[in-house]
């Protein structure tokens, strides 16, 4: 219930927003057509305004209207900029490369994290605290597309060991066999780490700092006259349940390497849903805006419908009910 | 008198803070017969629940043992290694904590929670330390199906006595008892006491109990250590203290204690409360709310004073008296 009530209020500020920018993408076409020479007359133009679908005359609630309209026939309309292609076939070309990069990078982000804070937090010293806490800090703080250039630079431009740019190289058939998908590895481990890295400081520093709450608690206390090992105590008690807080983190934090995600794959120029949508919003595509905005928004709502499922599976004292 | 099964001596406990050094526990001595209840009494802050948690080896940074020797059954706990101390928690010394409530780790099962004290210790077999957690459970009044059940399902009541059944799993020869009753209604209280002393007479435990309520000690001690700003001002059998307290501190507590029996009397609060630590006045420390201050309880510390056989009072009112003035040894 709730989660539709995100879900429509998101569609909303999804749709609103491109509107509030200066222009119209029919406009950009027109001026595009006229500084190459072309002359168009008035019916001209009116009937690029019937091809996209889009009357700018209409209240925008009517747009809106419309636009949920055709989103429940399942039709995402037809992009501007690689017209006549669909948006709805645009996403699914590049939507998988976005979830092989982001999953990844989460996943290597967030459980050596998690396990690195948890361990931080057991075997507190002076000396690790001193050092590591300010570098995590300054990690996590790092902008990860600036981090992507520093790699591109440095790492592709310079030594060359890794691509420049694309998903796989132009010299390998795409399919089901070894030299593609080592070309696809290949090019995506400067993006995964520009996005990876980033986010490891924040969960390491979020786990870190929850331990050492948890560890402060009188069932740690308990379990120490108990006569229990460290390490028992570390993970069985004060992990545990310094997990449950990092898993709401971890949901949290999908909005922030979504949006990573779409200056990382620009600058990798990677194909994926974030590359495009800087192409879409450069050139002022609606549809294809909208189209995008409304998977980010589904993909964010996924991440925090499984942290809380994944909560209630691990916590006892909630439930779904 | 046999020998002691603790026996604590010029105990010292210090916490580092930036404010400087406190001094939580202050030389204190105290002897635990076996089989013999003894209780802790004093305010909120007089380093009760630091005494109790030296007892075990767990004073942790910024706290510090500074001095003194700490004998459980022979064994000096400060002397052992840190196998040495896991091994010794628990299987000599249990503990009942303060705030049963939080006294579980909220996302395990109660029976596994009962269990892991005993595998850590010996190499029982998870199942068989399971059944015995589940003999407990219901020694204790129960039913062993909780066994199965988190922290969050249970009462206030069941978890403190659930609590009892886990300080028991190892047969201690000490049980510490740290303000047990706390947080629970009066008849939770009263069933949480009346199974701990029989607990205690079935298996001839030693119990340190420790509480802010003399109503409470007057049920269950066989002596009483009264606790005042770190240091222990009066000792003596539960009789002894009940009938002849010696140290004003003791007084006032007994004024502040309502009697169920006898007749109907007005409570007297303390006046003012309980030094900061980390700045206690000189001299005796009560004497900024002793009603009998003298000057020289401004400057001079007093020290332990016989009163009777086995009771003991750091005042100098008792040295004044004469005839009993004579230095605990």
Known sequence: MLLTGTFVA?????????????????????????????????????????????????????????YIVQLLHGNLGVSYIFFPQSVSYLIAQRLPWTIFLVSIAVAVSWIPGTFIGMFAA???????????????????????????????IFFAADLKIFPLFGAYSNTVTPG??????LSVLHHAILPILSLAIVAMGGYVIHMRNTMVGVMGDDFVLVARAKGLSNRRIVRTYAGANALLPNITMLAISMGAVFGGNILVETIFTYPGIGYLSAVAVSGEDYSLILGIFLIFTIAILVANLMADLLYAWLDPRVSLI | MSDPILSVRDLTVVYRTRRGIVRAV????????????????????????????????????????????????????????????????????????QGAMNAFNPVMKIGEQLADAMTAHSSISNEEALKHGRELLTRVGIDEEFAGRYPHELSGGMRQRAVIAMSLVLNPKLLVADEPTTSLDVIAQDEVIKMLKSFQRDLDLSVLYITH??????????????????????????NQLMEKPSHPYTSALMDAMPSLFGSLRELKGIP???????????????????????????SDEPSPVVVEERHYAACFLLESQGSKGQEKQ
């Open chain 2, 272 to 298: 003012g409360s309980p030094p900061d630590p980390d700045a206690y006045p000189s001299g005796c420390r009560f004497h900024p709310r002793c009603r009998f201050a003298m000057e020289k309880c401004r």
């Open chain 2, 26 to 97: 202050d030389h204190v001595s105290y002897d635990i017969a076996k089989g013999e209840v003894y209780g802790l009494a004093g305010e909120s802050g007089s380093g009760k629940s630091t005494v109790a948690l030296a007892l075990l080896g767990l004073i942790q940074p910024p706290g510090e043992v500074v001095s003194g020797e700490i004998y459980v059954d022979g064994r000096d706990v400060r002397k052992m290694t840190e196998d040495e101390l896991r091994r010794f928690r628990w299987a000599s010394v249990a503990m009942v904590f």
């Open chain 1, 10 to 66: 998101a569609l909303l500020i999804d749709f609103t927003l491109p509107r509030l920018m200066p222009g119209n993408p029919v406009q950009t076409e027109v001026t595009n057509l006229i500084a190459a020479g072309f002359t168009l007359s008035p019916e001209a133009i009116k009937g690029m305004y019937a091809l996209y679908g889009y009357n700018p005359n209409l209240p925008i609630y009517v747009q809106f209207y419309d």
């Open chain 1, 122 to 152: 057991g075997k507190r010293n002076a000396k690790f605290d001193s050092i590591f806490t300010p570098l995590l800090n300054f990690i996590s703080s790092i902008p990860n597309f600036w981090l992507g250039f520093l790699f591109l």
């Open chain 1, 176 to 181: 089901a066999n070894l030299a593609f998908i």
């Open chain 2, 213 to 238: 309520d003399l109503a409470v000690l007057a049920k269950i001690a066989d002596r009483i250590g009264v606790m005042y700003a770190g240091q222990i001002v009066e000792e003596g059998g539960l």
